[in-house]
């Protein structure tokens, strides 16, 4: 019997603060939801349309960097709504979780890029986390530049 290949979800996750919206399928596909629900993160969005299409990755990975995590990874979620809707938002992990996905395997930590080191360095933390056989779902909306 053959393996069946993963379902990789790679992406990135910057430190700037992000606003919770609604993403919109503006493709008219009927293989697309119609909207993502609210989310700050358009990784989220991303894998609710990818489970509406029966594609579920099996295996995530956002990369995150020290100051991305601190201020979009472990944020708790609101205890009330927000006044200013860039104020509160739950952090990614804590939207990873609800969709089933675990935060510590889903979330490898990557250097700045600050110098020719810390760019092999996240070279490798991206072909790690690919294995042969893969099927790669890349999402370069936030793109670690």
């Known amino acids: 019997m053959q393996k069946q290949p993963r379902r990789l979800f790679l992406s990135c996750l910057g430190a700037s603060p992000y606003t919770p919206t609604v993403y919109l399928a503006l493709g008219g596909r009927e293989d697309e939801p ?3 629900g609210r989310t700050a993160f358009i990784q989220i969005a991303r894998l609710r349309a990818l489970e ?3 594609e579920r990755p099996t295996v995530v990975r956002v ?3 020290n100051e991305a995590r601190k201020r979009n990874v472990d ?3 609101p205890e009330r709504p927000p006044l200013r809707p860039t104020a509160d938002y739950p952090g990614l992990g804590i939207e990873l979780a609800a969709l089933g996905f675990g935060a510590a395997e889903s979330l ?3 250097e700045e890029g600050a ?3 810390e760019l092999w360095q996240i070279f490798q933390t991206v072909m790690d986390a690919v294995e042969d056989g893969d099927e790669v779902y890349l999402d370069l909306t936030h793109g670690f530049r």
């Open 34 to 36: 119609p909207e993502s």
């Open 52 to 54: 509406f299409r029966d």
């Open 63 to 65: 990369l995150t960097t």
């Open 75 to 77: 944020r708790l979620p």
């Open 108 to 110: 490898p930590k990557i």
């Open 115 to 117: 110098n020719v080191g």
